[in-house]
């Protein structure tokens, strides 16, 4: 009889302790998870900008964003002067993510032209203005987005 007790409590114990370890690598992995960024293809709701209609349909909004970013860089964009003298120019690849709170993080040059091009391709991007985050299955995601830059003298 003893020792069906103390055999039932080390079930018990091994049952609380596995339950415990069980919810913790649960809660590690939608830690991870929501670390995640998902494609801006892949996106259910693409972001907002400033400029764009929240109620549209996706395909209007994934446009309308599209072309607010490629104004902003535009109009935002300073073409550095030792790059204009010495005829530096080229087509930077920047990555860059829309946090959960539409925030822009980790902006990172794909494949740069030169180091000061670089620098201003990213001062550009993080200045990037977003209202509202992506969203996907009704949650507020992160996104990761490529952004091509045309760093060309005319």
């Known amino acids: 009889m003893i020792a069906s007790k ?6 018990a114990l091994l049952f609380i302790f596995t339950s415990l370890e ?6 590690i992995l ?3 998870e929501a670390k995640k960024a998902i494609s801006f293809a892949e996106v259910e709701r693409v ?6 209609d929240a109620e549209q349909a996706n395909s209007a909004l994934r446009k309308c964003l599209q072309v607010s970013i490629l104004n902003h860089v535009a109009k935002n964009f ?4 030792e790059d204009r ?3 530096v120019g080229g087509r930077i690849f920047v990555s860059f993510i829309v946090e959960k709170d539409a925030t822009i993080s980790t902006v990172e040059i794909l494949r740069g032209v030169s180091e000061t091009l670089d620098a201003e391709a990213v001062r550009v991007v993080k200045s990037i203005p977003i209202d509202q985050p992506a969203y996907h299955k009704g949650k507020p995601v992160r996104i990761s987005y490529v952004l091509p830059i045309n760093a060309r003298l005319q």
Request: with cysteine; net charge positive.
């Open 78 to 81: 300073k073409f550095p002067k």
């Open 6 to 11: 103390a055999l039932y409590r080390l079930f």
């Open 85 to 87: 003298k010495a005829g």
């Open 22 to 27: 069980l919810q913790a690598q649960s809660e």
């Open 47 to 52: 972001p907002v900008a400033p400029n764009c």
């Open 30 to 32: 939608d830690q991870e």
